[in-house]
């Protein structure tokens, strides 16, 4: 299975600033690379897929980037909206597997 | 409305076996693919499995192989998963998926839509 490695597992911003979250893959799993956001007690919510797409109706915001094993997520100019747990998931190969989150929290 | 709509909160003794339902409306339930992942209180997510709801071919994660059997009822627009021979640590959140498929290659697609979740509680 293709270990997902997320750092930092958690991290404090305030509102406005410029959140950058990375995720590993154990093997190159370009392009096939999707990022989640959940909020606590919610199902999780798609928000980019294949590295750097923004699926329907997600803020400009958030950008995704990176190729081989190495990606980000990037959150520009944060909202008290945005905060939450993230999720990379990787879809080149059977399992699909999850990065273990990493959460968003207000300083 | 596009929804995926799970069954109410479960609690099963260790050995039982556990059923958690996913109604889908608001899109033609047979064409797309229905996964099933569990996420532990605090934890990651784990996938266990897909479900091709027009024809019912499945295919289910090593870790799961024999305990879990996914089926639909394509009459009520619903998929669901069986989970047998509980033990304490399949206490998670158990969700539904849809697939979206956005390219030729096997690895084009994510999960667009998700059910609301269904809590099972293994506790004896």
């Known amino acids: 299975d293709i270990q997902m490695t997320q750092s930092p597992s958690s991290l404090s911003a305030s509102v406005g600033d410029r959140v950058t979250i990375t995720c590993r893959a154990s093997?190159?799993?370009?392009?096939?690379l999707s990022w989640y956001q959940q909020k606590r007690g919610k199902a999780p919510k798609v928000l980019i897929y294949d590295v750097s797409s923004l699926h329907s109706g997600v803020s400009p915001r958030f950008s995704g980037s990176g190729s081989g094993t190495h990606f980000t997520l990037t959150i520009s100019n944060l909202q008290r909206e945005d905060f939450g747990s993230y999720y990379c998931q990787q879809t080149y190969s059977t399992p699909p597997t999850f990065g273990q989150g990493t959460k968003v929290e207000v300083k | 409305q596009v929804q995926l709509v799970q069954s109410g909160a479960e609690v099963k003794k260790p050995g039982a076996s556990v059923k958690v339902s996913c109604k889908a409306s608001?899109?033609?339930?047979?064409?797309?693919?229905i996964n099933w992942v569990r996420q532990a209180a605090g934890q990651g997510f784990e996938w266990m499995g897909w479900?091709?709801?027009?024809?019912?071919?499945?295919?289910?994660a090593q870790n799961f192989q024999g305990r879990v059997t996914m089926t639909r009822d394509t009459s009520i627009n619903t998929a669901s998963m069986e989970l047998s021979s509980l033990r304490s640590e399949d206490t998670a959140m158990y969700y539904c998926?849809?697939?979206?498929?956005f390219g030729p290659g096997l690895g084009d697609w994510f999960f667009d839509l998700w059910g609301s979740g269904t809590l099972v509680t293994v506790s004896s």
């Open positions: 093997q190159s799993i370009s392009p096939h």
């Open positions: 608001g899109y033609t339930f047979p064409s797309y693919d």
């Open positions: 479900l091709n709801p027009n024809s019912g071919q499945t295919g289910y």
């Open positions: 998926a849809r697939v979206w498929s």
